[in-house]
Structure formats: structure tokens, C-alpha cells
């Protein structure tokens, strides 16, 4: 069977969605499989299959120095050996060097052109590269050696839709599942995906499918609780997203999802709770800084407010949605400086000189960046009231790339 290699795990400055996630592959095969082009049997009296076995015992093990010894050795024997090249692949791709698996795959292929764990194993690599019309290409091709495979289809899902091709996506699942009902990974992915097209009943069915199968899915309980936040219903997405955070407490997405729940209820120091916890494993995460700073907000706790949302602007003196919050506290707690300025300077021990003026006025500040007031029109009031009670603006340009909620109405 091909290496499945790539996990499900989330680099640490990868971009989690919020809401919902969905499984970017299976989880590594504790030990090897036999091929998934057929079962090979090797000979023990040939030294080239001594090699090749001997170097599978050690990769079962995750020896990989070793195992990589013996596939060389079995290249030397045999240098366009596909199954030896492939296996070379593997190794580089365990160890990050994508570049270089990839080019041992297309040399498999080059002497094999239907060798599936070549075809496989280059697409999965190609979608840890973010290069998913390639993988496609590979795995579609993988689909015309061999359709039986249902971790092919589950790929060629992922593939399609990171693509935004959501009908068939929904096809490769479902193809997934029909080969194999007990892939609760491909029920979670079609679970995530019919929700995307507001069939909130057939999304509870697949992901309470899924968790049927493997009750220890969080990323399933966190997309069930996400379905009941579409309906509005709190009380069920709390107790599902519990769920989840119980089987894995550092899980972002669903942090930040049972933060939304709380605080759409009134909750804040359960919100609070939540994101502390995030905090604890993550201290340095400006997203759940900027959640914090805006409860605190709500709470009118504004000397705490004050604070959070100052160490976000140490973290990142660009961060504008923070500039803009912590004047509407300033505001909140009369600290508006004697020259009415927008921010009370000497308070946020931070040189404003590095920050570059955008603009001067109120007026040019609703100029240079309307849509942050008009897209928010119950806070817009708020904020074009602060801008024309100032007489100097500080400004700083805008960081694409995040996009944050304006000030807590």
C-alpha cells in the first residue's frame, strides 16, 4: 500500500479555519502495507528483494537511515527498479525533502507509468505542496489503474475540494464510502461539505456516521458542533464542541467556535475560559489575543481591555482592527489625551514614530479605510464618533491576510 504519510496534523503558522475542518488525509500507517498494485512476494534467496525487505522491516520500525540504506543498496543492484525508487520517495517525503521524493516517483514512473504508489504517493505529495491540480492529474490516473481504492478517492476529494469543485468532491466521498462504509474520514469530509451547501440534516447524519465509526474523531464532534451553530441552536454546539476539546484540548477551531457559542449568549467568562486555554498552549496567538481583548470589551472591563489589546499592538504594531479598539476603550475610559489624540500615547509605553501616518483627520481616516466602518453598520456609529471627536488620527497601514471584527457594539 502507498505510505500515507501525510497527517492531519496543522503546522504551527498554518491557516486553521475558524469554524470547520476537515481531514487533509489519513493518519501515517503505523506499519508498511503490501503494495496497493499487488500483493508482491519477495525472494529471499535474491539479494535485491533481501534488500527491498530488510529496508521495509526498517521503515515498519521507523528506522529510516536504515531503510534508506537498504533501498540504495537495492538500487545499486537494480537502478530502475520502480518499486526501489518509490520507496526512496517514501523516505524523503518522511523526512520533509518533497523536492527530491518527488523526483524519485517520476523516475518510478518513468520506467513504470502505472506503478500506483508512485502515482499516489507523488500526488499526496504534491497536495503537502499546495499543488493540487498536479496531484489530481496523478491521482486521477492512480483512479484508471485501480478504482477499488477508496483512500484514492478520499485524496482526489481533498484535491477537488481545495479547488472549489464541491459537486465532485461530494462525488469522491460518497465513492469513498460506498468502497468503504467504515472510512470515517470521508463521512466527516462529506459531512463538511453537504453543510457547505446548508443540508444541515444530512451533515448531522454523516458526521454522527463518522463518530459512529470512531467515537475519538474530535474533528467530527467539532463539525457537528458546527453544524448546530448554522442552526442556532447553542446549547447542542457547546456540548458537541465539549466533546471535542475533551479528545483534543489544543484544538483551535473548535476553541474559537465554542468562544463564538458562549459569546453569542452572554457568557463571557466562559468564553474567556475557553480562550485563556488557548492562550496557554498558544501565548503569542493574536487571534485569540484580540477575542480576549474584545470580551473584556464587552464587559467594559476596560482597563483589562486596554491591556490585552496593547500587547497585541507589541506584537504587531500594524494590527489594525487593535488600534481602532483600543481607542474606542481610550474612549470608553476618558482617557482621550489632552491634545486629542487618538490613542492615549504615553499609557501605551509604544514609540508611534515607527508607525507610519496614514492620515491626519477623521474624514481621511473613513477615507482610507471605509469599508472597515460601512461592511459594520452597527458599529459604524460608534466609530465615525470617535473620529470626529479627534483632532489627530494615528493610523497604521493595513496587514492583508487577517481580517478581524471591528469594536463590540
Avoid at 479555519?17 to 493518519?27: H, L, R, S, T
Avoid at 489530481?136 to 476529494?157: M, Q, R
Avoid at 457537528?224 to 476539546?245: F, P, Q, S, T
Wanted: proline share 3%; hydrophobic share 35%.
Amino acid at each position: 500500500m502507498f505510505e500515507k504519510y501525510l497527517d492531519d496534523k496543522k503546522g504551527e503558522d498554518e491557516n486553521i479555519p475558524e469554524e470547520g475542518d476537515n481531514y487533509i488525509a489519513v493518519k501515517k500507517a503505523s506499519k508498511v502495507s503490501s503494495d496497493f498494485k499487488q500483493e508482491i512476494e519477495l525472494d529471499p534467496n535474491s539479494s535485491f528483494d533481501n534488500l527491498i525487505g530488510k529496508g521495509n522491516t526498517y521503515l515498519e520500525h521507523y528506522e529510516l537511515a536504515k531503510a534508506l540504506n537498504q533501498y540504495e543498496k537495492a538500487l545499486a543492484l537494480n537502478s530502475k527498479d520502480p518499486l526501489a525508487l518509490t520507496k526512496m520517495g517514501v523516505i524523503y517525503s518522511y523526512i520533509g525533502k518533497l523536492d527530491k521524493a518527488i523526483d524519485y516517483y517520476k523516475q518510478a514512473l518513468e520506467f513504470d507509468s502505472k506503478h500506483l504508489d508512485a502515482l499516489v504517493n507523488l500526488a499526496i505529495a504534491f497536495i503537502y505542496q499546495g499543488k493540487f491540480k498536479q496531484a489530481i492529474t496523478n491521482l486521477e490516473k492512480a483512479i484508471a489503474v485501480n478504482p477499488n481504492h477508496s483512500d484514492i478517492w478520499f485524496y482526489l476529494g481533498n484535491c477537488v475540494k481545495s479547488i472549489g469543485d464541491l459537486e465532485r468532491a461530494i462525488t469522491c466521498y460518497e465513492r469513498a464510502v460506498k468502497l468503504n462504509p467504515n472510512d470515517f474520514k470521508s463521512w466527516s469530509n462529506l459531512a463538511l461539505c453537504v453543510l457547505n451547501q446548508n443540508k444541515t440534516d444530512k451533515a448531522i447524519e454523516y458526521y454522527k456516521r463518522a463518530l459512529l465509526i470512531e467515537p475519538k474523531d474530535y474533528i467530527s464532534w467539532n463539525g457537528l458542533g458546527l453544524v448546530y451553530m448554522e442552526l442556532r441552536d447553542a446549547e447542542n454546539a457547546i456540548k458537541n464542541l465539549k466533546k471535542c476539546l475533551k479528545l483534543n484540548p489544543a484544538y483551535r477551531a473548535a476553541i474559537l467556535n465554542i468562544e463564538t457559542c458562549y459569546k453569542v449568549i452572554g457568557k463571557f467568562d466562559d468564553a474567556l475560559e475557553y480562550i485563556e486555554q488557548g492562550l496557554k498552549i498558544k501565548p503569542g496567538d493574536l487571534e485569540l489575543l484580540f477575542r480576549k481583548a474584545q470580551l473584556y470589551q464587552m464587559k467594559q472591563n476596560f482597563p483589562l481591555a486596554q491591556e490585552t489589546f496593547e500587547q497585541i499592538i507589541k506584537i504587531d504594531k500594524n494590527d489594525f482592527p487593535s488600534w481602532n479598539n483600543l481607542g474606542n476603550v481610550c474612549l470608553g475610559r476618558d482617557h482621550k489625551a489632552p491634545d486629542g489624540t487618538f490613542m492615549n500615547r504615553d499609557s501605551i509605553a509604544l514609540d508611534l514614530n515607527d508607525l507610519p501616518v496614514v492620515c491626519r483627520t477623521g474624514s481621511k481616516a473613513v477615507r482610507d479605510r471605509p469599508s472597515f466602518y460601512t461592511n459594520r453598520k452597527s458599529r459604524s456609529g460608534l466609530a465615525i464618533l470617535v473620529l470626529k471627536c479627534i483632532r489627530v488620527c494615528t493610523e497604521v497601514h493595513i496587514v492583508h491576510g487577517r481580517t478581524r471584527s471591528g469594536s463590540p457594539a
